[in-house]
């Protein structure tokens, strides 16, 4: 047995009922009994204040209750909002227990929506909303980090605005409409507004467009136009869907799905990045040929398989693993974060994929094999040819290669499964050569990733987000906005936060620095962390991202408070945890007054050098 004494009971009970199935299939079948229940709980107490496994936590999502290597210990606005829209889903499946999370949640965004932070501020244009993510207690975060994250406010309003058409189909209008709408309004706004600008993929390295962002970018646009139709709200934003979907098709290289674009990392561009996306837009109703990239689109097909390809010469674990079988899957094969290994996230994600696709040709009684989607069918059924297949009886040549493609899905989870420790503990990453648990403990996405996995697998969908109706690109893509309206969502708790105003602040210094060692900002303000010695938490961070041989910068874009006068000073972090170097002198600033431009200030380091500590 995997699993501790409290679920063996359950197991046993399951196993001995389960004698129809053949013994992988029973295997499978209670593991996944079992570990969707802890991973629900797992979820659970990752939950602020009361989760047993985040004790000092606020009323936010933890990412992990790990607090050093890696420390996690933060609210993330994705993996929140791909956890919550999981809890509404199972909350919609009938576990009525769980709404108080969607109240708390509802709560909680509609307060750090107004929490200023590196990215930026609520009002007056939206730009805080795309800080990636926040300390436990919900205050701003000021360390280094690839920010702003574009997906996060889409995936939120997503995961409101199916709770809201619940509330809707539900009798509760009125409190969809009063209190969850001005939080998702704000959030479709910043999409509206910034889709068509750069930042940073939900992977947090890598500056560009992301598929995965633009895929729910554009969800998001077209649930938010059919929500407010229903509410009688006006959607500031939405308009853009079209111009949005004009630009995902661009991710397409003819082959597969080139997750990142518009930026020179040197990647195949293959990516864990381009399964995710399908599954969090999965509509039941879809058309596979609908322009979203569906499970069952025939470019997502292709794609699926170029991935996965990818990944089987990757890690050693998957050795000799056969093509028609799944294997572990990563982020990306170039990833170096811990030595690049299977996350359990992707792997079941994987899993979901497929079982969303078969869910959608089933609906639609057809499946269209073309050129594209050909090589993926191939690998599971060997006699395909490109045609179109009607459903038909259980021998028809639809049910056998639907039960292929069931059973390729179900090989993922055994994957999964085969590094799932006795506990059922679910970590963010799994050893490529030895397949023992890595990185963050307990991660809250990888626990929702499985929760969400095993209702695909049992027939439990979403409704529809309306993807039938979505407006058609335009022939032509242009690079449009539409300024969004933003507001503090004070009916759902927000404090009332007026305009502060705020101007963009450039900092420059050139610091001559060893590898290891980072610089800061330190200073009177709560943007600076107001002379705080622990540094690390409340300073704000630079980048050595201009840092050359002719110029030894260090450089911070972010916002103060316009006409104030400041004082600040930069700090060296030594790389050994050696106390903190400052400048000797502090310097004054006075931001420019409500309206003004942004303003670049110029500095040199003075002070005394670091060395490094030779740890
Ligand atoms: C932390 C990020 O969360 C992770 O995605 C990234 O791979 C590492 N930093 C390394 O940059
Ligand atoms: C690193 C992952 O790359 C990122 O996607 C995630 O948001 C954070 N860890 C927190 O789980």
Redesign the pocket.
Known sequence: MRFSSSVAGVLSLLCSQAVAFSLRGRDLESFIAAERAIALQGVLNNIGPDGSQVAGAGNYII??PSKEDPD?FFT?T??AALTMQMIVDEFIFGNTALEKYIDEYIKAQAILQTVSNPSGSLLPSGLGLGEPKYLANGQRFNGAWGRPQRDGPALRAIALMTYSDWLLRNGQSAKARNIVWPVISNDLSYVGQYWNQTGFD???EVQGSSFFTVQNQHRSLVQGTKLARDLRVTCTGCDQAPQVLCFLQSFWNGKYIVSNTNTNIARTGLDGNSILGPISVFDIDAYCDSLTFQPCNSKSLANFKAVVDSFRTAYSINAGIPKNQGVAVG?YTEDVYYNGNPWYLITTAAAEFLYDAVAQWRARHVLYVDETSLAFFKDLYPDVVVRQYNSGNYNSPFEQIMRAVLAYADSFVAVAEKYTPASGALA?QFNRDTGVPLS?RD?T?SYAAFVTMAERRAGQYPRSWNTRQAAAPPATCSASSTPGVYAPATAAGAPNVTIACQINVIFNVNASTYFGENVYIVGNTTELGEWNADVLNTALALSAGGYSAERPLWSVNTFLPAGESISYKYARQENCGQPYLYETQNRTLTIPPCGGAAITVEDAWTGPVGTSGGC
């Open positions: 990412a992990s996690y993330w994705r993996d939900l992977w947090e982020r963010e963050a991660l996405w």
